[in-house]
């Protein structure tokens, strides 16, 4: 079975640019989970959608969006791009949404911004 | 608001020794899971160990190994007979216990392994 995929790998963007990264979950998964990685802050939760349906939002501004397609595949945007979005921006499916139900992670995209 | 705390940010073993990676966190919940992720260089966090607060037995996985104090709040990993294969970011990471949202994992800064030959 195929893992997590996340395109693009890399990203270079310009401030005040938007962005949307792309994450397909393990086939049969429904919940899809957005990180953001940073050398400073960690790991921070984005958001969470499941069956289409945004069920858990972190704190993070509103120029930071998604949303999820009816095959589950998820999609994330940024607008309005600052500096500090500099980032590693991980995607995680799971079967549910259960706290047992295991996240699978993809492998990430990297994105700069200039 | 769940908190983890991973005071060390680097560690080093030899090949072939035990290594302890240690964790504490903050709750006022009961029921919760723990983890243990590993992040290698290529980037691809993988789950390494999980234990279930409401479980007293320590949880296992071949080499790894956790020792887990519910009252101290304390979830540290042991890893048995290191291999270089085991150099990585290790994250320990909390979930609340639902049944529909607030699922979400809370994690801590993260330890980088590194394994001497």
């Known amino acids: 079975k195929a893992g997590v995929t996340q395109t693009p790998r890399y990203l270079i963007k310009t401030r005040g640019q938007q962005v949307t990264l792309s994450c397909s979950p393990i086939?049969?998964?429904?919940?899809v989970s957005w990180y953001q990685q940073t050398p400073g802050q960690g790991l921070q939760f984005l958001f969470e959608?499941?069956?289409?349906?945004?069920?858990n939002k972190g704190n993070f501004p509103g120029r930071f969006s998604g949303r999820q397609f009816s095959n589950s595949r998820s999609e994330m945007n940024v607008s309005t791009l600052e500096l500090g979005d500099s980032a590693l921006y991980l995607c995680a499916s799971s079967f549910g949404t259960r706290t047992y139900n295991e996240q699978f992670f993809g492998p990430g995209t990297r994105l700069t911004v200039l | 608001a769940q908190t983890v705390t991973q005071s060390q940010p680097e560690m080093s073993v030899q090949e072939a020794e035990t290594v302890t990676l240690s964790c504490t966190y903050d709750t006022s919940e009961s029921d919760y899971y723990l983890f243990w992720y590993k992040q290698p260089p290529s980037r691809q966090m993988i789950l390494v160990i999980r234990q279930e607060a409401y479980k007293q037995q320590n949880a296992t996985e071949n080499r790894f190994s956790v020792n887990f104090q519910k009252a101290a709040k304390s979830f540290s990993l042991k890893i048995s007979d290191s291999q270089l294969g085991d150099a990585a970011m290790y994250f320990c990471?909390?979930?609340?216990?639902?049944?529909?949202?607030?699922?979400?994992?809370?994690f801590g800064k993260g330890i980088t392994l590194s394994v001497r030959p």
């Open positions: 959608y499941f069956s289409e349906t945004q069920r």
């Open positions: 086939s049969g998964h429904r919940s």
């Open positions: 990471a909390y979930r609340k216990f639902a049944t529909g949202a607030n699922s979400k994992l809370t």
